[in-house]
């Protein structure tokens, strides 16, 4: 099962022409944070995905801060993804 879901998210995030190494790490990290929640791994790793696109090439931060600077992009990103 995990190597199925890194596998989507290798898949989902090199879809994006801008991604990046760092892309996926973030993705990882964030899915990693996700883990409490009762939400398949899909929707987390679409979240994740979205949330790591969102956001700039320079930032520092993770995407599990990130996410609490911008509620907009965050409710936006759940929608997307299918979190309810």
């Not at 696109?53 to 609490?68: H, I, L």
Request: hydrophobic residues 40%; proline residues 1%; positive net charge.
């Amino acid at each position: 099962m995990r190597i199925a879901a890194l596998s989507f998210v290798v898949c989902l995030v090199a879809s994006n022409a801008w991604a990046t190494t760092d892309d996926v790490k973030w993705v990882n990290q964030c899915v990693s944070d996700s883990a409490s929640y009762s939400v398949s791994q899909q929707v987390k790793i679409m979240y994740c995905s979205c949330m790591a696109s969102k956001m700039s090439d320079n930032e520092t931060r993770s995407v599990t801060q990130w996410e609490k600077a911008n509620p907009k992009t965050r409710d936006d990103c759940a929608k997307r993804a299918g979190w309810n």
